[in-house]
């Protein structure tokens, strides 16, 4: 079965730093992977996604992500964090002819200044 | 365009009570979802509807039904709520059904049940 973990429940580094979240996933083909942003009291919105080719994918607000085959993770980084990247990331794994995302439990990144 | 919109954004039950939550999409997509989000727990998919006319069960639907109105509307109606049903629901909605297509959010009804 398809499962996302995210090992880190929360993280706080300071304005200016890099950031990392990690995500790993479980499948047996290749999966479509996804990160979302959720903002406090705000929906989901999709911050990058990779289906397939370049494994280093370019997302919005300055997000990057790796897709590494051999160690099924897909790692979002950011080179300089901003206080408005304060939000919670959510990984998620899809699949061809599956019509359903399955999540994983997040990571609340908070930013001091 | 408005995108996703859920109506209520907030609502108190008491045990035993019924309500139905709205959603909607002006995207002309054939599929959508209904997820609630607990803490620690990420997002879990409750029942989606792949298109119009078609619904199925997704990780976590009992105590809960659906309806797909038409092509826009998808409402999630709880018959007898529950404490356990306190949780953030969102709906979302994709242009096909398979895992590629990207899922847009509404902002979710943050639900309450005493």
């Known amino acids: 079965a398809q499962s996302v973990t995210q090992p880190d429940i929360h993280i706080t580094v300071s304005e200016g730093a890099s950031l990392e979240l990690r995500c790993n996933y479980s499948?047996?083909?290749?999966?479509?992977l996804f990160w979302y942003v959720q903002s406090p009291g705000q929906g989901l919105q999709l911050l990058l996604k990779?289906?397939?080719?370049?494994?280093l994918v370019q997302g919005i607000k300055g997000f990057e992500a790796e897709f590494k085959r051999s160690q099924s993770s897909f790692n979002l980084r950011k080179p300089s964090v901003h206080w408005s990247d304060a939000a919670e990331y959510f990984c998620a794994v899809g699949a061809r002819g599956y019509n359903k995302l399955i999540f994983g439990a997040g990571t609340r990144l908070a930013v001091h200044p | 365009n408005a995108g996703v919109t859920q109506t209520p954004k907030f609502q108190v039950l008491k045990t035993g009570q019924s309500m139905t939550l709205q959603c909607a999409q002006d995207?002309?997509?054939?599929?959508m979802y209904w997820y609630r989000q607990d803490p620690g727990m990420g997002l879990r998919l409750i029942y989606y509807?792949?298109?119009?006319?078609?619904?199925d069960k997704g990780e976590v639907p009992n105590g809960y039904n659906v309806s797909r109105l038409n092509k826009r509307e998808f409402s999630l109606r709880l018959e007898s709520a529950a404490p356990s049903q306190t949780s953030v629901y969102f709906c979302?909605?994709?242009?096909?059904?398979?895992?590629?297509?990207?899922?847009?959010f509404g902002p979710g009804t943050r639900l309450t049940v005493l």
């Open positions: 499948y047996g083909a290749t999966p479509y």
């Open positions: 979302a909605s994709s242009a096909g059904t398979s895992g590629h297509n990207e899922q847009f």
């Open positions: 509807s792949a298109s119009e006319g078609t619904t």
């Open positions: 990779y289906f397939s080719g370049d494994t």
């Open positions: 995207m002309n997509h054939n599929s």
